[in-house]
Structure formats: C-alpha cells, structure tokens
T-cell receptor
Framework: QKEVEQNSGPLSVPEGAIASLNCTYS??????FFWYRQYSGKSPELIMS????GDKEDGRFTAQLNKASQYVSLLIRDSQPSDSATYLC???????????FGKGNQVVVIP | EPEVTQTPSHQVTQMGQEVILRCVPI?????FYWYRQILGQKVEFLVS????????KSEIFDDQFSVERPDGSNFTLKIRSTKLEDSAMYFC???????????FGQGTRLTVV
C-alpha cells in the first residue's frame, strides 16, 4: 500500500468553480498534513498545513482532515487560471523525519 | 522572507562524473532534506539530515550518494559517479522541526549525458 495516494486524474474546472482534491494515507500515526502547489518545472510551494481533524480555511483554500478515515482534502474556491498546477499532498509522521508525497493531481482551470 | 536557495539551477554532466549540488537552508531550520523528481514522476525522498548526521535515507540513497554540511550554512548532495537515470530535478528542503512545514528551494535540474 502506498504511503500517500492521490488517485484521481487531471481535473478540469471552469473559472470561478470549486476544485476538490482528495488524498488518503496509510500510516495511522501520521500527524501533519500539507498541500503543496507545483507549477511545471518549478519546486513545490506550500499552500496549507493541517494538524487536527476538521476544516482549515486560508483565503480561497480549505483543507479538510479526517484522521479516522485517513483522508485529507483540499478545496479551491473561485478557481482562477493561475490555479492551474499540480497539487501535491504530503504527510509527516511522528518519529519519521521525512515528508512523504503523493503523485499529485493536475488541475486545469478553463477561462 | 527567508528562503531555501540552491545552486546551480541547471547542471549538465557526463556519465560517470561526480557532481555536487548545493543548498543553503533557512537559517533557523534544523532539519534538512534532499528530494528528487524525475520528469513526470512524483517527488521522491532521498535523505534527511539533522544534528550533523543522516537521520533517515531511502532505498534510492545508495553508496553513490552522500550529504554533508561543511559549514554553518551550506548543505550539499554529492553524486559520485553519475548515471543517465540520475537525470532529474533535485530539491533541497528545510523545516524548523519534524512535523512542521517544509520549504523547498527552487531546485537543480541535473542532466546526465
């Protein structure tokens, strides 16, 4: 079982719509959860961090965490063409130094 | 705003040559990382470094790789004898403590010919 899974294929959304991205993780001891945005040929850029169950909002972004279901999601409201990128889910576990990444979900916002 | 800086941004090397990739982590961060991303693939963990020693490494990080913190600011990744399959983007990252946000440098694109 992969540590961090992001299974859905490229997501096309019209400008102004909501983009919804999902991520599951295998280690129940995971404690920290992050969403990164990566433009083609660039490095991962931190968007959100979430540490406890529930929702966390930052501007147009909302992260949701459900530790019982081992599930973390990201909502992008009022999607803009500049949101077109690959979104990476990353998970960190206590006692494990590294950040484990999912393969990412590509989002294309159509003007 | 503090940032992780990496040099060079692009390096081309011949197969079998040694390369050193350089990183300056954010100054108050204690944990340092190297990741790589082969074109079109996921970001893969290579190694983490804390308190002047390797704290964790992946199966990718074999004997041809080494890391070093030669002074108080630089963090380097050495690939001893490069192979074609080492061609990738290499990212350095740092974080204050385990479980906090990690910040990435802009990356070094390594091309082995």
């Amino acid at each position: 079982q992969k540590e961090v899974e992001q299974n859905s294929g490229p997501l096309s959304v019209p400008e102004g719509a909501i983009a919804s991205l999902n991520c599951t993780y295998s280690d129940r001891g995971s404690q920290s959860f992050f969403w990164y945005r990566q433009y083609s040929g660039k490095s991962p850029e931190l968007i959100m961090s979430i540490y406890s169950n529930g929702d966390k909002e930052d501007g147009r972004f909302t992260a949701q965490l459900n530790k019982a279901s081992q599930y973390v999601s990201l909502l992008i409201r009022d999607s803009q063409p500049s949101d077109s990128a690959t979104y990476l889910c990353a998970v960190s576990s206590y006692g494990n130094n590294r950040l484990a990444f999912g393969k990412g979900n590509q989002v294309v916002v159509i003007p | 705003e503090p940032e992780v800086t990496q040099t060079p941004s692009h390096q081309v090397t011949q197969m079998g040559q040694e390369v050193i990739l350089r990183c300056v982590p954010i100054s108050n961060h204690l944990y340092f990382y190297w990741y790589r991303q082969i074109l079109g693939q996921k970001v893969e963990f290579l190694v983490s470094f804390y308190n002047n020693e390797i704290s964790e490494k992946s199966e990718i990080f074999d004997d041809q790789f080494s890391v070093e913190r030669p002074d108080g600011s630089n963090f380097t990744l050495k690939i001893r004898s490069t192979k074609l399959e080492d061609s990738a983007m290499y990212f350095c990252a740092s974080r204050v403590t385990v479980n906090t946000e990690a910040f990435f440098g802009q990356g070094t694109r390594l091309t082995v010919v």
